[in-house]
Nanobody
Framework: VQLQAFGGGLVQAGGSLRLSCAAS????????MGWYRQAPGKQRELVAS???????NYADSAKGRFTISRDNAKNTVYLQMNSLTPEDTAVYHC???????????????WGQGTQVTVSS
């Protein structure tokens, strides 16, 4: 199983970016998917997560500005980020809990990070 993230880049403050992350390989179910970020000198933190049911959870810093969504048919999670500020600058990592066959506990997978830089 692999997770591949796309969509990072450089944007001015107030701008928007959309991240996507696709899971591939032998997959039976993906109970949860999410995005974390890590800024220089800081710990990795949860940005948002979403269950297969569509129920989403957001960090306080993301509420009202970011929207997480997923396409279960494509095993893909998206993060729409609006009203970006320099404080959002970080490497964003996608995460998913994936079971490759029925009856086993899902394992935790990480995608490669994608850099988001917001200029002031």
């Amino acid at each position: 199983v692999q997770l591949q993230a796309f969509g990072g880049g450089l944007v001015q403050a107030g701008g928007s970016l959309r991240l996507s992350c696709a899971a591939s390989g032998t997959i039976f179910s993906i109970p949860s998917m999410g995005w974390y970020r890590q800024a220089p000198g800081k710990q990795r933190e949860l940005v948002a997560s979403i269950l297969s049911s569509g129920s989403a959870n957001y960090a306080d810093s993301a509420k009202g500005r970011f929207t997480i969504s997923r396409d279960n048919a494509k095993n893909t999670v998206y993060l729409q980020m609006n009203s970006l500020t320099p404080e959002d600058t970080a490497v964003y990592h996608c995460n998913a809990r994936i079971a490759w066959r029925p009856g086993i506990r899902p394992d935790n997978y990480w995608g490669q990070g994608t850099q988001v830089t917001v200029s002031s």
